[in-house]
């Protein structure tokens, strides 16, 4: 199976359903499974998965988990209808998603409320966990779900974080990348060096597209 492609013109992906993503308010209890928040990225460290040994031969102690981790920004930005991301630490350029029907929407001019991104992909990291600090401190969204390779969409939810606070994800945790509730947005990106990445098509593999709103008014709870 080839790796997807992220950058490309939101008219090559066609019209599918919605299903729509709980939107859940960020908080210490409600991301217990998924990450933490983290108040000073300073003092944070980064979980780095050791190499797993390839028969009975255990990996010797004190290797397998040298690789440590790299760091940058990561970029949120509305094209028009288009959600893009750029993440320096591993130097990605990505579609994030979109905010209305991908056969419609435009990247030179905004024609749709930007109350959703339609988000068509989601990637884990088997090799380190993954923080987002924000910089401008302004809300922000990010989808995720519990480890596991059969990913299913009801499985997915969006954390709606204010700002004012970072959110660590541990390895293995589907997400996809930060959602700017404004036209853009900066964060502090760490994550594993290795930068191993399993990917899921969602539109591909389910149908759909999932709906993440932006509102605050659709938190639920």
Known sequence: MSAPEYIFEASTKPSLPWHEVPLIRATEESVKGYGCLVDDPETFEIEIVKWPAQG????DEGTGDEAGWVEGTFRGDWRGDVLYGENEAVNGSYVLGWSTDPQQ?????QTAPRDQVLLWHMNYHPDGGQLFFPL???????PAALPGDDLKPEMVVAFWCDGSRGLYIHPNIWHEGIFPVDN???FLDRQG???ARVSCDVGKEFGVYL???????????
Not at 136 to 142: E, H, R, Y
Request: aromatic fraction near 6%; charge should be positive; include cysteine.
């Open 56 to 59: 009975w031969r255990p990996v």
């Open 105 to 109: 929407a435009q990247a030179d001019k």
């Open 136 to 142: 401008d401190n302004k809300p922000f969204i990010i």
């Open 184 to 186: 853009s947005q900066r």
């Open 193 to 195: 060096k290795v930068h």
């Open 211 to 221: 709906s993440c709103p932006l509102q605050a008014d659709k938190i639920q709870g």
